[in-house]
């Protein structure tokens, strides 16, 4: 009587695929520059810097790391995550800014 084959909790699932972590490196930056977003927003507020709007400053950020992860040589399907998808920004992002109250 040999060893038998188990399997382990853990192999029960089977790992991620490669598709499933580049969804998730592709969520945490894009949590991680919105984080850095409110925050350099507020530090500007708070060191009273008008000279940059905060959206200007986002925007600076999204430049910056769009541009990082586009010479990086990471893979394509993180990229994926990246790309700029028109529905979503005209039916979630584009009212908002429309009907901002001034």
């Not at 949590?31 to 000279?51: A, N, T």
């Not at 959206?55 to 541009?67: D, K, N, R, T």
């Amino acid at each position: 009587m040999g060893v038998e084959n188990e399997i382990s909790p853990a192999d029960a699932h089977g790992a991620p695929g490669k598709e499933q972590q580049a969804a998730g490196v592709g969520i945490l930056l894009q949590i991680m520059m919105l984080v850095l977003s409110f925050v350099l927003g507020h530090v500007l507020r708070r060191k009273r810097i008008y000279v940059i709007p905060e959206a200007s400053a986002s925007l600076l950020i999204g430049l910056i790391v769009g541009g990082l992860a586009n010479v990086s040589d990471t893979e394509t399907s993180i990229r994926a995550w990246f790309n700029f998808h028109e529905e979503f920004f005209f039916l979630f992002l584009l009212p908002p800014i429309i009907l901002y109250p001034q």
